[in-house]
C-alpha cells in the first residue's frame, strides 16, 4: 500500500503564503497521478490542483494565478505553493495519489489519501 503524509499547514494572514508537501511510502509502487483537495467546514471535499498522469496540471478556478503545484517523480513527493491566500482558502488541505500498487502479485489501481493538514487564513 502507499502513505502519503502531508506538512507545512498552519495560520497565515491573508495574503500571506504558505507551502505545503507530501510525501509518498510505501511497498513496491508507482504513482500516475498526485494533487491537492482540500474540505472546509460544512463543504465538500474540492480539487486544489493535481498533476495528471500525462503531466499537465488543472486548477480550481478559485486558485488559479495564487497556487502553484508540482510533482517530483524521484522523491515521490508532491507540493503546493499558496500566495496571495484568502480567508476563503480555510480548510483542511489533503494530498492524494492515484498509484499502481503490487498486491499478491498482481498491479492493482487505488487511490490514496493523507491525514490532511489544517490551512487557516485569518487576521
Known amino acids: 500500500q502507499v502513505q502519503l503524509a502531508e506538512s507545512g499547514g498552519g495560520l497565515v494572514q491573508p495574503g500571506g503564503s504558505l507551502s505545503l508537501s507530501c510525501a509518498a511510502s510505501?511497498?513496491?509502487?508507482?504513482?500516475?497521478?498526485m494533487g491537492w483537495y482540500r474540505q472546509a467546514p460544512g463543504k465538500q471535499r474540492e480539487l486544489v490542483a493535481r498533476v495528471n498522469r500525462d503531466g499537465t496540471i488543472t486548477y480550481a478556478d478559485a486558485v488559479k494565478g495564487r497556487f502553484a503545484t508540482s510533482r517530483d517523480t524521484i522523491w515521490n513527493r508532491a507540493y503546493l505553493q499558496m500566495n496571495s491566500l484568502k480567508p476563503e482558502d480555510t480548510a483542511v488541505y489533503y494530498c492524494?495519489?492515484?498509484?499502481?500498487?503490487?498486491?499478491?502479485?498482481?498491479?492493482?489501481?487505488?487511490?490514496?489519501w493523507g491525514q490532511g493538514t489544517q490551512v487557516t487564513v485569518s487576521s
Open positions: 492524494n495519489a492515484v498509484a499502481r500498487v503490487l498486491l499478491g502479485g498482481v498491479w492493482k489501481e487505488n487511490d490514496y
Open positions: 510505501g511497498s513496491i509502487f508507482e504513482i500516475k497521478a
